[in-house]
């Protein structure tokens, strides 16, 4: 617990399913310390600002943008990333589907859809494609490779 | 960017404390409009408080009324039972703001304190008034197309963004502070205040005060109420124009009426000569169909607006945007998706 101001806290965090504890800077984001502190990359940084969502990972099972949260707030919480999503070497359904479905072009954007997709999936929100694609709003893809998105997801999802 | 200095907060008195202690210190909780304010320079706090682990995300119905926590995320608000049919406004509200991933994050006190989205007060190069006192306002005589018709001055006439906002005021909400002289209620309609010529204070909150709840009067206006919300964007915007309404209607008729606008106003914009046309007013049949009120109701949605050089658009996208959710409310029309384009 840190309950006076300091430019650094100490945190413990699973991360992919592995405890891990780290000293991380005050002003430190989520994405910062994946990317820059742990080598996970997969997680993008592209607009850095909440609002293309490459950065997705999903915390405590809920997908969230990593590079609105700061590290030193994710004391005692489970983070999952692209990294970790595959289990024993088997791909997620939903990696299998985008390897599928062609879902991707230049693939900057996939990692943060993967994940949201995969947040998605435990919202139960996705119904039809109208609300699947309202519910991945928050993932954009400048290559355009929405359909192909959209199909991959409702495959996995069966909906 | 400024690194700053963080400190957990483990209690509202804590926190309280914290704040008393470092003078320039916020407080932060989803951090969604907060970490981007940092990072493009807009504001630089020399420290934050974190005040995410408080016990502050009840949902709750008590007295007559629901309590939600101010750290309550937007998300959960927006699916809990008793918000989808008590008080529908607020859940449409919530779930056509944002993306997925932020309504995960962010929390409602957070969402009610969220700066404009002018796009002269997020990027330092420009003068303005909010962000910089005197330094002048860039829409005058700029892009002013997502400006305000309501409510400005000649500061500033930045628009306030929450869609929530909105609702709340349709239903009559109120807000529970808690700062250093102690605890407060303030009407919602009393938080947000017009730019005038402080466009730098836009909310009453003093010093170190935190939100620490929203109360929504339960009523027959609450649970017959209705969130619209138009986008440049088929989603994942913020309003170009908004409306939410709450209507409580018996026997055939419109007792109480309550409407308020968003992306119009300065603040969250309450359209009283609306209101006024729909008491009363009786509708076409008992089912509530075809309410004659309407027509006038719309008509005076724009009273007192005083358009700039390139929004005047929104004085006819506001009144169709009250006919359409009275229709929907009174039954007239069938219901488009929540948040959907009109």
Same mark, same amino acid.
């Given at each position: 617990?840190?309950?006076?101001? *300091? ?10 399913? #592995?405890?891990?504890?780290? #000293? ?12 820059? $502190? ?15 969502? *490459? ?18 707030? $994710? ?27 062609? *879902? ?11 994940l949201s997709a995969v947040g998605l999936l435990?919202?139960?929100? *996705?119904?039809? #494609?109208?609300?699947?694609? #309202? ?25 | ?20 202690? %470092? ?5 932060? @909780? &989803?951090?969604?409009?907060?970490? !981007? ?7 630089? !706090? ?9 016990? /502050? ?13 101010? /750290?309550? +995320? ?10 989808? %049919? ?93 700062? !250093? ?14 730019? &005038?010529? %402080? ?24 649970? +017959? ?29 419109v007792r109480e009426a309550r409407i308020a ?43 007192? @607006? ?9 004085l006819e996208l506001l009144r169709r945007c ?21």
């Open positions: 617990m840190t309950r006076s101001f *300091a430019d650094r806290a100490d945190v413990t965090m699973t991360i992919n399913g #592995e405890p891990r504890r780290l #000293e991380v800077p005050a002003s430190a984001t989520l994405l910062d310390l994946l990317r820059d $502190q742990l080598g996970l990359t997969g997680a993008k940084r592209a607009c850095d600002r909440g609002t293309c969502g *490459a950065c997705t990972v999903l915390v405590d099972g809920r997908r969230i943008y990593a590079c609105l949260a700061l590290a030193a707030m $994710q004391d005692g919480r489970c983070v999952l990333t692209i990294e970790g999503l595959a289990r024993g070497g088997e791909l997620h359904p939903i990696q299998r589907a985008f390897v599928a479905h062609d *879902a991707l072009q230049c693939g900057y954007c996939t990692p943060g859809q993967i435990g919202e139960g929100r *996705a119904t039809d #494609e109208e609300s699947l694609r #309202e519910q991945m709003s928050g993932n954009l893809c400048r290559c355009g490779a929405y359909p192909q998105i959209v199909a991959a997801i409702r495959d996995a999802a069966g909906a | 960017m400024r690194p700053f200095d963080h400190a957990r907060a483990a209690s509202v008195r804590d926190a309280l404390d914290l704040a008393a202690a %470092r003078p320039g210190a916020v407080f932060i @909780a &989803g951090g969604s409009d907060l970490v !981007p304010l940092w990072k493009d320079g807009v504001s630089a !706090p020399p420290a934050v408080i974190d005040i995410s682990r408080l016990p /502050l995300d009840h949902i709750d119905v008590a007295d007559g009324a629901i309590a939600i926590g101010a /750290l309550a +995320r937007m998300a959960d608000v927006a699916d809990h039972p008793v918000i989808r %049919r008590d008080a529908p406004a607020v859940a449409e509200a919530l779930l056509a703001s944002a993306s997925p991933q932020l309504r995960n994050a962010a929390t409602i006190g957070g969402n009610l304190l969220q700066r404009t989205r002018c796009p002269y007060f997020r990027t330092p190069g420009f003068p303005c008034n909010k962000r910089a006192a005197g330094s002048g306002c860039s829409a005058r005589g700029g892009d002013d197309r997502r400006h305000a018709i309501f409510g400005a001055s000649e500061r500033c006439a930045a628009t306030h963004a929450s869609d929530l906002a909105v609702a709340l005021v349709a239903l009559d909400a109120s807000v529970e502070l808690c700062g !250093p002289d102690g605890s407060r209620t303030v009407g919602i309609e009393d938080l947000h205040v017009a730019p &005038g010529d %402080r466009p730098e204070r836009e909310t009453v909150l003093r010093p170190g005060e935190l939100i620490t709840a929203i109360r929504v009067p339960a009523s027959a206006l609450a649970r +017959r109420s209705r969130y619209l919300k138009v986008r440049d964007r088929a989603s994942f915007d913020f309003a170009v124009v908004s409306v939410a309404a709450a209507l409580d209607i018996a026997d055939g008729q606008a968003g992306g119009v106003g300065t603040v969250p914009w309450r359209l009283r000569g609306s209101e006024r046309a729909l008491r009363g007013a009786r509708c076409a049949d008992p089912d509530g169909v075809g309410s004659p009120g309407i027509d006038d109701a719309a008509a005076r949605a724009t009273d007192g @607006a005083r358009p700039l050089g390139r929004n005047g658009f929104k009250v006919r359409r959710v009275l229709a929907e409310l009174t039954g007239a029309l069938e219901p488009r998706g929540a948040g959907g384009a009109a």
